[in-house]
């Protein structure tokens, strides 16, 4: 009979054995994981430092841009620093302004698609609250309120060309509402201060202008066209080149609005070139005067995109003695020299501006 004594000693030592090397397996898999883990943990903050980084990238680029854009505005100015009758005023529309003034010329809004169609909530505001804002300034002070409308608010026309009589044919819900409606409200509100508060109002219906100083990049047809040109890029036309514009230099308008300010005449009135262009005829034009060699690049056409644009002027001229006379390829040179000045000018400054797309109906893009 064999004595349990020494049998028991012997397995305890077993045991012992075998419970040190699990703990000290134990040990080295935990520090494996914890290794694995701040490994992992590491990658994942590399990643995400990557990924704030790109975000970071994304919020402070269009700023960049923005801040570029108030710069150009600044040197628009800058000529009439220090004229005893100039004063720069920083201010947002959609905020009151308490100050004394006899006339205002209420011409606060982003006017191009791309612009507009960018913070659609601001734009409504801009154009109502801000308009209630100038609104109530002009009953404050006593002054009389020129409001900056425009062509946007007879839609796709289906009255060609347009007069002041036309109501206009506008999707109210569709991507460029918040401009058409916007403006075609802000009338509104002008013709109920008129008859509710005694306001004198002024309101112009502004169609495409072009000329010196407007936004390189803003996205509307003339800026597009000058910039790809100039920079040897193809010339980009929404749709088939079909639908037409009327394009006045903004020394006209200027004359138009000075003097629908100094008239008797409160109801709406046109201010635009009746001369009527297709787009693709306007492209072809500006191609000839940069003297570029672009090709012309159609892209799926624009939503809402009117495809008709004239204005009937008839009242201008009779009310306000008022039509335009600067030739369209006179004011399209004074623009593209400009345009290369400015680019020049940018390009010493590491700044290259882009034109801006238009948003698009879906399909293929083909080039001519």
Same mark, same amino acid.
């Given at each position: ?137 002009? =009953?404050? !002070? /006593? ?7 425009? +062509? *946007?608010?007879?839609? #796709? @026309? ?93 020394s006209d308008l200027v004359n138009g609005l ?29 191609? =000839?005067? !940069? /003297? ?7 892209? +799926? *056409?624009?939503?809402? #995109? @009117? ?62």
């Amino acid at each position: 009979m064999v004595s349990k004594g020494p049998l028991l000693r012997l397995l305890t030592a077993i045991n012992r054995r075998r419970m040190k090397l699990l703990m000290g397996l134990a040990f080295v898999a935990y520090v494996a994981s914890v290794w694995g883990n701040f490994v992992n943990m590491r990658s994942l903050q590399e990643n995400g430092d990557q990924k704030v980084e790109s975000r970071i990238e994304e919020a402070v680029a269009p700023l960049r841009e923005k801040i570029k854009d108030l710069e150009k505005r600044k040197r628009n100015v800058e000529h009439w620093i220090g004229h005893e009758n100039f004063e720069l005023i920083n201010h947002d529309v959609v905020e009151p302004l308490y100050i004394e003034v006899d006339q205002i010329y209420h011409l606060a809004s982003p006017a191009s698609p791309p612009n507009y169609m960018y913070n659609p909530i601001k734009t409504l505001k801009t154009n109502t609250i801000g308009t209630l804002n100038m609104l109530g300034l002009a =009953k404050r !002070v /006593g002054a009389r309120l020129l409001l900056a409308s425009t +062509s *946007e608010v007879y839609g #796709d @026309p289906e009255v060609h060309p347009q007069n002041e009589d036309y109501w206009g044919h506008v999707n109210p819900i569709g991507p460029r509402a918040c401009y058409d409606e916007g403006k075609r409200v802000a009338e509104t509100m002008c013709y109920a201060y008129m008859k509710q508060e005694g306001v004198e109002v002024r309101v112009a219906r502004i169609f495409n202008t072009f000329g010196p100083r407007m936004h390189m990049n803003d996205g509307r047809v003339v800026s597009n066209f000058i910039l790809q040109a100039l920079q040897g890029e193809p010339l980009t036309v929404y749709g088939s080149g079909t639908q037409t514009r009327a394009f006045q230099y903004v020394s006209d308008l200027v004359n138009g609005l000075v003097a629908l300010m100094n008239s008797n005449v409160s109801s709406p009135v046109n201010l635009g070139n009746p001369e009527e262009h297709t787009i693709l005829e306007f492209a072809q034009l500006i191609k =000839k005067l !940069v /003297g570029s060699g672009s090709e012309i690049q159609f892209l +799926s *056409e624009a939503q809402d #995109d @009117p495809q008709k644009r004239k204005p009937d002027i008839r009242k201008a001229k009779l009310l306000l003695g008022w039509e335009p006379v600067v030739p369209l390829e006179e004011g399209l040179n004074k623009a593209i020299h400009y345009f290369r000045k400015e680019l020049e000018y940018q390009a010493n400054n590491q700044y290259i501006p882009k034109p801006k797309p238009a948003r698009m109906k879906k399909g293929r893009t083909r080039h001519n």
